[in-house]
Nanobody, 128 residues
Framework: QVQLVESGGGLQQAGGSLRLSCAAS????????MGWFRQAPGKERAFVAA??????????YYTDSVKGRFTISRDNAKNTVYLQMNSLKPEDTALYYC???????????????????WGQGTQVTVSS
């Protein structure tokens, strides 16, 4: 079993930055992709970014709306994935979820049903 715990959310002004962290426990190594999704009020949970399980050169993928602003990274030794969010916009306001897969079924993995484990979410609010 895997437990994912997110942290780092909060309130930020537009143009500011936040860094989300997601620590995995209960398993020595997450061998599949890890990703971030977000859910705004009244909307479906949507893909944000994903990273494969490779080392420093692991492949990453982003939804178009965050490309050039968000960066996903991963520390396999710590079983932790990060989401650095820069140039935040009010439309980035959402509950952000971390997700993990034991197998990378395809790439990029952008569908929430492809991920097995989920965190409880961390709220990000961006004021204008």
């Amino acid at each position: 079993q895997v437990q994912l715990v997110e942290s780092g959310g909060g309130l930020q002004q537009a143009g500011g930055s936040l860094r989300l962290s997601c620590a995995a426990s209960g398993r020595t190594f997450i061998s599949g992709a890890m990703g971030w999704f977000r859910q705004a009020p009244g909307k479906e949970r949507a893909f944000v970014a994903a990273i494969r399980s490779g080392g420093s050169g692991a492949s990453t993928y982003y939804t178009d709306s965050v490309k050039g602003r968000f960066t996903i990274s991963r520390d396999n030794a710590k079983n932790t994935v990060y989401l650095q969010m820069n140039s935040l916009k009010p439309e980035d306001t959402a509950l952000y979820y971390c997700a993990a897969a034991l197998v990378t079924y395809r790439w990029p993995m952008t569908i929430k049903n492809e991920y097995t484990y989920w965190g409880q979410g961390t709220q990000v609010t961006v004021s204008s």
